[in-house]
């Protein structure tokens, strides 16, 4: 092993922008979860494992990270698109206590990647609100100096940064490569869907009772709407007539003393091809209003039925208490305001005409669990 530091073992970072497809909007009334390129971290050394701190990026999840601390510590840098000086925009300063920490094992090959760490943004964050104006243009990029990067080698870190001395720090070189470039909408946020799930108290894994549950679909909106849901786990009514592929696609149900995660038997259908029409039918299509509701109702056989890969109830055991909640979709990315009748009226190339509606104007319907966990006991 190689002792001592040499000015060989100059780590790089660079900020490696994404690029934006044609139609992408910064929306500051709609959630969406930007990402907006990798932190790059590369390293010459072979041998000895190193550790990265950064003071503004702090984990959060798996290898995620949120540029606002990014921003606020002066490790990255917001500009204005169109100015000669592309002045950069000040936002209130902010230290965090604690550095977001990155390993960076050793490799044959240092001409590769070492550490590649994404960030990432939640768009109707406050601060964005108080400092972006709709309409403009910003570009988003590393800052040549301002904000702490500090590097060690991971055998010499005694569990705390600030104790490192200047001779156990590592030379960190910033490269100004890449810049996120993005334009600010404020388009109206669209109506939020609110799912809740019901279930009986008791499953009769081989009684003659049915285990019927049920997740209803609520809306802020006081005027009616109209969305999509075929190509989702909710066309699914009869089988063979869908997408549902397992039940853990609509709900995620676990034994409350253990944890374990029910292995559902009920695969109901699986295509080797495309099965859906041109146009989906108007059975795919919901119409709920905040006065109107809509419930998806499945109901689970029991163990012994003559095709019990169908909606059975395979991957329950008896005597177990089972805690479940909502698991999806998501959200639905076609909708429109207005009523069923009226939005289906016609021939199908009709209705095909009438739903050709900008999407990216009217934003992706976001599904929220509004519920707690709910519990059911498993009766033989």
Same mark, same amino acid.
């Given at each position: 092993?190689?002792?001592?530091?040499?000015?060989?073992?100059?780590?790089?970072?660079?900020? %490696?922008?994404?690029?934006?497809?044609?139609? #992408?909007?910064?929306?500051?009334?709609?959630?969406?979860?930007?990402?907006?390129?990798?932190?790059?971290?590369?390293?010459?050394?072979?041998?000895?494992?190193?550790?990265?701190?950064?003071?503004?990026?702090?984990?959060? $999840?798996?290898?995620?990270?949120?540029?606002?601390?990014?921003?606020?510590?002066?490790?990255?840098?917001?500009?204005?698109?169109?100015?000669? #000086?592309?002045?950069?925009?000040?936002?209130?300063?902010?230290?965090?206590?604690?550095?977001?920490?990155?390993?960076?094992?050793?490799?044959?090959?240092?001409?590769?990647?070492?550490?590649?760490?994404?960030?990432? *943004?939640?768009?109707? !964050?406050?601060?964005?609100?108080?400092?972006?104006?709709?309409?403009?243009?910003?570009?988003?990029?590393?800052?040549?100096?301002?904000?702490?990067?500090?590097?060690?080698?991971?055998?010499?870190?005694?569990?705390?940064?600030?104790? /490192?001395?200047?001779?156990?720090? /590592?030379?960190? !070189?910033? %490269?100004?490569?890449? *810049?996120?470039?993005?334009?600010? !909408?404020?388009?109206?946020?669209?109506?939020?869907?609110?799912?809740?799930?019901?279930?009986?108290?008791?499953? !009769? /894994?081989?009684?003659?009772?049915?285990?019927?549950?049920?997740? %209803?679909? *609520?809306? #802020?909106?006081?005027?009616?709407?109209?969305?999509?849901?075929?190509?989702?786990?909710?066309?699914?009514?009869?089988?063979?007539?869908? +997408?549902?592929?397992?039940?853990?696609?609509?709900?995620?149900?676990?034994? +409350?003393?253990?944890?374990?995660?029910?292995?559902?038997?009920?695969?109901?259908?699986?295509?080797?091809?495309?099965?859906?029409?041109?146009?989906?039918?108007? $059975?795919?299509?919901?119409?709920?209003?905040?006065?109107?509701?809509?419930?998806?109702?499945?109901?689970?056989?029991?163990?012994?039925?003559?095709?019990?890969?169908?909606?059975?109830?395979?991957?329950?055991?008896?005597?177990?208490?089972?805690?479940?909640?909502?698991?999806?979709?998501?959200?639905?990315?076609?909708?429109?305001?207005?009523?069923?009748?009226?939005?289906?009226?016609?021939?199908?190339?009709?209705?095909?005409?009438?739903?050709?509606? #900008?999407?990216?104007?009217?934003?992706?319907?976001?599904?929220?669990?509004? %519920?707690?966990?709910?519990?059911?006991?498993?009766?033989?």
């Amino acid at each position: 092993m190689r002792s001592g530091h040499d000015s060989s073992n100059i780590i790089s970072l660079r900020f %490696e922008a994404e690029e934006l497809e044609p139609n #992408d909007s910064f929306q500051l009334n709609r959630k969406q979860r930007r990402s907006l390129g990798h932190l790059i971290v590369t390293t010459p050394e072979t041998e000895r494992p190193i550790t990265l701190f950064c003071n503004g990026l702090t984990v959060v $999840g798996r290898g995620r990270n949120t540029v606002l601390q990014a921003l606020r510590s002066g490790l990255f840098e917001l500009v204005q698109s169109g100015k000669e #000086d592309e002045g950069v925009i000040m936002l209130p300063s902010f230290t965090s206590p604690k550095k977001g920490q990155y390993s960076i094992p050793p490799t044959a090959f240092p001409q590769y990647r070492e550490v590649s760490i994404g960030v990432s *943004t939640e768009t109707t !964050h406050v601060v964005w609100k108080d400092i972006l104006q709709p309409g403009r243009t910003y570009g988003l990029r590393l800052s040549e100096k301002a904000g702490e990067v500090i590097a060690c080698y991971t055998d010499e870190f005694d569990g705390n940064p600030e104790s /490192l001395t200047s001779a156990q720090k /590592l030379p960190v !070189h910033r %490269e100004r490569a890449g *810049t996120y470039y993005f334009t600010v !909408h404020d388009d109206q946020a669209p109506p939020k869907l609110f799912a809740r799930l019901e279930m009986p108290s008791k499953a !009769h /894994l081989n009684g003659p009772d049915p285990f019927t549950f049920v997740i %209803e679909y *609520t809306t #802020d909106s006081p005027e009616p709407f109209v969305f999509d849901k075929s190509r989702s786990p909710l066309s699914v009514t009869n089988f063979c007539s869908g +997408d549902l592929h397992c039940i853990d696609q609509l709900i995620d149900c676990r034994d +409350d003393d253990t944890g374990e995660k029910v292995e559902w038997g009920a695969v109901f259908v699986c295509y080797d091809y495309d099965p859906h029409p041109v146009f989906p039918d108007d $059975g795919d299509f919901v119409e709920i209003s905040m006065n109107r509701p809509w419930r998806f109702e499945c109901t689970l056989e029991r163990l012994g039925n003559e095709k019990e890969y169908i909606r059975s109830m395979e991957g329950l055991k008896a005597g177990r208490t089972y805690k479940a909640r909502v698991s999806g979709p998501s959200g639905f990315r076609r909708w429109q305001y207005g009523k069923k009748e009226d939005l289906l009226a016609g021939t199908r190339e009709e209705k095909m005409e009438r739903w050709e509606v #900008d999407m990216e104007k009217l934003g992706c319907l976001d599904v929220e669990r509004i %519920e707690e966990d709910v519990y059911f006991k498993t009766i033989a």
